[in-house]
């Protein structure tokens, strides 16, 4: 399975700006800027957690994700919340997939939160000062393709030789006990 790059990352940016940018403009017409914001939340949200899953090497539980988002987004939209609220769960939601499926420690799923936060900082200060929903995407979304640079775990990398021998040496010791094992149980009769 490919891992996510940062080169990725910004290719998923871009893309996903134009489309937030395009949707927007061609749903405001139809619907309240308020539900269409929502939706290009929910819709980006969906999209950025399948590319996440797609590039992890996990594979249990990708389904149960799906099915837990599908559900809090319903719940979500059933009550309506401010739409920074609105974000804030989207984003926790996309948080709780890279710490499940990326990393293996709680400094590196912590430090996943304050990139999450720096992101949505970094996307509400782009939008206050330029009002361009394409620019806020891309701030946001180029923030968050840094995620490849969190270590995935904070144990230093041990070396693969040393493991095989261990692994070996064990392998040995477990062979030699099973056979005078077999010699007793032989001998025995």
């Known amino acids: 399975m490919k891992t996510a790059t940062f080169v990725e990352g910004i290719f998923v940016a871009l893309v996903s700006s134009f489309i937030g940018s395009v949707t927007y403009f061609s749903l405001s017409l139809l619907f309240a800027d308020s539900v269409v914001i929502r939706l290009i939340i929910s819709g980006l949200s969906l999209a950025y957690i399948l590319y996440l ?15 837990l988002w599908s559900i809090i987004t319903m719940t979500t939209w059933f009550f309506w919340p401010p739409v920074i609220v609105f974000i804030v769960i989207h984003l926790g939601s996309i948080w709780l997939v890279r710490s499940l499926y990326f990393y293996s420690s709680l400094f590196s799923s912590l430090a996943d939160l304050s990139l999450n936060i720096l992101s949505i900082a970094i996307a509400l200060w782009t939008a206050s000062h330029t009002g361009s929903l394409f620019l806020t995407l891309w701030c946001f979304f180029l923030t968050q393709a840094l995620f490849v640079m969190i270590p995935t775990s904070i144990k230093p990398s041990t ?10 040496d064990d ?10 094992a077999v010699h007793k149980l032989s001998t025995n009769q």
């Open 53 to 67: 899953l797609t590039r992890s090497n996990e594979r249990i539980g990708r389904i149960t994700v799906i099915v």
């Open 159 to 168: 070396n693969n030789n040393s493991s095989n021998q261990n692994s070996e």
């Open 171 to 180: 392998f040995q010791r477990a062979y030699r006990v099973a056979q005078s």
